[in-house]
């Protein structure tokens, strides 16, 4: 097959931990023909989408994935984004949506993870908060406005005394923060900066009893969890991202976990989001995570496995099945359809 990542900067790769590159060693360890890109070098020529790539030489594929990284060797290439197989959204947020606009015209002809349909409803933590949920069951109650005054009063009259603040397009654990209801003169000051002059988003949330010990990711394939781990937070932080200075450790599935998965699962496979993280606390669901989803690594390390194969298996499959007409032809949606339920 021919494979294109979507990607961030090859030079800001963490080769020891990085999800995307373990997904593109795999890809390039099975033959397939790789090549990289970033959503600013995806381009238009005489009314066709092409890319400006780097194309991965082929040769023997070093086990050692780090090692990989620093010896991989390139060849320049412009290619047209309808002769590839596959496409890996795995840019980082924002999403760019100019980006989506060329691959619309491929979509067609390429299946693309997560599907663009998909990454325009689910890029940001809305759409968590719009899931069907009527007795928040699975996912807590939230607010999202950039209206002061109303969030100041969802504050007031909430039955809590502590709740979640934190921007609708941040990542990484950015700009999570816990405020207290009796410290209402500093959330005013707190909304301002957040909403600022551009007039952005902000989540008000139900804190989650428990949060305090970190949260769960889970990666979701094709609508069922293929591996977790949890991520107990930095002493005095209420943040349990990696990257915010969490620790991940080894982690069972719960049953109320589980439950979670196989409510939301089906509703993420006919919205075209085939691999995804969800961030779970006390089996409520606080974030689905759909550009770049990472944890492939760490989880791999923590139970002896390599997730990789998995999401690249299902690939090859949904192209195989396109290819042999199990489907529609062009509809990728259908063939995973059929071949799940």
């Not at 890996?88 to 002809?109: I, Y």
């Not at 009259?157 to 979640?164: A, G, L, Y």
């Not at 949330?205 to 107990?232: F, S, T």
Request: net charge neutral.
């Amino acid at each position: 097959m021919k494979i294109c990542f979507v990607m961030y900067p090859w030079d800001k790769v963490e080769a020891e931990n990085d999800s995307t590159l373990r997904l593109i060693h795999e890809a390039a360890s099975r033959g397939h023909t790789v090549a990289i890109t970033t959503p600013s070098n995806l381009t238009m020529r005489d009314s066709m989408a092409i890319a400006f790539c780097n194309v991965l030489k082929k040769g023997d594929v070093s086990n050692n994935i780090p090692s990989f990284y620093r010896k991989a060797e390139f060849n320049k290439a412009e290619l047209p984004l309808a002769g590839f197989d596959v496409i890996f959204m795995r840019a980082n947020p924002p999403l760019d949506t100019m980006a989506l606009n060329f691959l619309d015209s491929v979509r067609e002809h390429t299946f693309i993870i997560n599907d663009i349909d998909g990454l325009r409803v689910a890029n940001n933590k809305l759409y968590t908060a719009s899931l069907p949920d009527p007795n928040h069951e699975f996912i807590p109650a939230t607010h999202v406005s950039k209206n002061r005054e109303y969030l100041e009063r969802v504050l007031d009259e909430s039955t809590q005394e502590r709740m979640i603040l934190k921007p609708l397009n941040g990542y990484g654990g950015k700009g999570v923060i816990l405020v207290e209801k009796s410290a209402k003169s500093s959330v005013k000051s707190l909304l301002d900066f957040y909403i600022g002059d551009d007039e952005n988003y902000v989540i008000l949330q139900d804190y989650i009893e428990g949060a305090e010990q970190g949260d769960v990711r889970i990666l979701v394939l094709n609508g069922e969890p293929i591996g977790a781990m949890r991520r107990v937070p930095a002493e005095g932080d209420v943040r349990s991202n990696i990257h915010a200075g969490g620790r991940e450790v080894k982690h069972t599935l719960t049953e109320p976990e589980l439950d979670l998965c196989k409510h939301i699962g089906p509703k993420l496979v006919r919205d075209g989001l085939y691999f995804v993280g969800l961030d779970v606390i006390n089996g409520k669901l606080v974030e689905v995570n759909v550009l770049s989803p990472g944890g492939i690594t760490r989880i791999n390390r923590l139970n002896r496995v390599k997730l990789q194969r998995n999401v690249l298996d299902f690939a090859e499959s949904v192209v195989m099945a396109k290819e042999i007409g199990i489907a529609r032809k062009n509809d990728f949606r259908k063939v995973i359809a059929d071949a799940a339920y």
